[in-house]
């Protein structure tokens, strides 16, 4: 009598600790449900730029541009980084030729409303390096002068996802450094994925 008794409690004991297995794992997987993948964008940019150079008179200009991008989202939360290129038509004439070119480097926050739409409007603040090259052609002789810059922008734009992963990218961009401001016009378009990572 006392081994049955004996028995029904460790069956009794083994059936409460699987049940308490049972319920963790559930409560487990549960939570890696409820987990949000990090969302990933990677695409090639075409851009449009206007800029004001303001020392002592205004003088206007615009030109194209094309360049690399990368964002990462998490619920509301973004991160970018850019990489443009521009340059500038010859100026000058038969003797002398100036001709300009730059590379912008820029790392974005961004604020997205709707993450979880097939169209994602954003805001953002941006900072980065531009580098800049000047070179002047008189004759046969050239010589390159080469500086860099802190810029400094803010901007909105929205993403809109299409089928097979494929994403399209709008933004604009008002940018400063040292005495020059403009707008940057972005035009994108690229791979929109999942990643592995989750929170």
Excluded at 109 to 136: C, D, H, L, N, Q
Excluded at 139 to 153: A, I, K, L, V, Y
Aim: proline share 3%; net charge neutral; with cysteine.
């Amino acid at each position: 009598m006392k081994f049955l008794s004996l028995l029904t409690v460790v069956a009794l004991s083994a059936s409460g600790i699987a049940a308490d297995i049972k319920s963790k794992s559930v409560k487990d997987s549960e939570k890696t449900a409820e987990k949000t993948p990090v969302e990933m964008y990677a695409g090639l940019i075409l851009e449009g730029i206007t800029q004001t150079k303001t020392e002592g008179t205004e003088d206007r200009d615009g030109r194209f541009g094309f360049g690399l991008q990368g964002m990462a989202g998490y619920k509301n939360a973004g991160l970018g980084l850019s990489y443009r290129y521009f340059k500038d038509p010859k100026d000058g004439n038969s003797t002398v030729n100036v001709e300009q070119s730059s590379h912008w480097l820029l790392f974005d926050g961004a604020y997205r409303f709707m993450p979880e739409s097939t169209t994602i409007p954003y805001v953002f603040v941006g900072v980065g390096p531009i580098f800049k090259s000047v070179t002047t052609t008189f004759m046969s002789q050239s010589e390159t002068h080469q500086g860099s810059f802190f810029s400094r922008s803010v901007g909105g734009g929205c993403m809109i996802k299409a089928e097979n992963n494929i994403a399209l990218n709008f933004a604009l961009r008002y940018y400063q450094y040292e005495a020059v401001n403009g707008f940057l016009l972005t035009l994108g378009a690229g791979i929109d994925f999942l990643s592995g990572l989750k929170f």
